[in-house]
């Protein structure tokens, strides 16, 4: 069997996967959500949802920082990575392993393909097409929601020291549009440094839970210091590309009350 990933690249499998290797927490997440999860044998440190997953199934490293030892201890017939999370050098060291499928997304379309390249690959069709409909519908039913509500130019950080935001060649920017959150970050650098000053310039400024902690603390102080309000948003309803999406136009709203 023969299946074509995001990046292009063919695969070639003997079989359906019976143990694979998820190395993107979201994608992760979708495998649990597709059934399987007994089909998982190694994830990394960043893996949290399911909670207990992590202490079932063996880590083997951290998105970039990989124990390729622990990948070969595991035998995986299928390892599941992504462009911007995992490094091209990795995904070439785990080449030599197993097949190796890739993702890469950057709007909704893209991760519908991935939910229905996976639910294809590991044989569950019909489990894939149902996550794909509940995000479709969730979608469709958010964009009557927010459709004539007012637009805001905002940033959103994701780092605090130095201070990061998310540029407009990201998966976060569609969703911001999605909001009708105009991103105020022009560089074409997916996540940049900016100055604090730029900050002044916008209606809100969104501080991401993740991959920095923000906490009320740090919106309060920031706040104060440059004048406008800042809201602590949850980074994976913004940066999650897999099931997770069927949850987050529901959150969205949430946004704007």
């Known amino acids: 069997m023969q299946f074509k990933d995001q990046l292009n690249n063919i695969i070639t499998l003997t079989k359906t996967p019976q143990r694979i290797v998820s190395l993107v927490p979201s994608q992760t997440e979708l495998l649990v959500d597709l059934g399987l999860r007994d089909k998982l044998v190694g994830i990394t440190k960043f893996c949290v949802h ?6 079932e199934i063996k880590v083997v490293g951290g998105t970039k920082t990989l124990h ?17 999370e ?23 379309e893209e991760s519908l393909q991935m939910i229905e390249s996976i639910g294809a690959i590991c044989d ?20 009557k929601f927010i459709n004539h509500k007012p637009s805001q130019k905002v940033a959103y950080v994701i780092w605090k020291k130095p201070l990061m935001v998310a540029g407009k060649t ?27 000053s730029k900050l002044k310039n916008v209606d809100q400024v969104l501080l991401s839970t993740e991959p920095f902690p923000f906490k009320q603390k740090d919106a309060q102080r920031l706040s104060n210091e440059i004048g406008k309000p800042v809201k602590i948003v949850d980074g994976e309803f ?6 997770r999406l069927g949850k987050a136009f529901q959150y969205f709203k949430t946004l704007h009350k």
């Open 50 to 55: 399911p909670s207990k997953l992590r202490k």
């Open 68 to 84: 390729f030892d622990k990948v070969q201890q595991v035998s995986p017939d299928l390892i599941i990575c992504n462009k911007e």
């Open 238 to 243: 913004f940066s999650w590309y897999g099931s």
């Open 170 to 196: 990201t998966f976060i920017n569609t969703l911001l549009n999605l909001n009708k959150f105009e991103n105020v970050c022009e560089e074409n650098t997916r996540y940049p440094e900016i100055d604090i």
């Open 86 to 108: 995992n490094t091209r050098e990795m995904v070439m060291e785990l080449q030599k392993i197993a097949p190796v499928w890739v993702s890469d997304i950057y709007t909704i």
């Open 124 to 143: 569950v069709k019909e489990k894939a097409s149902e996550i794909i409909e509940t995000i479709q519908f969730e979608k469709q039913d958010f964009l």
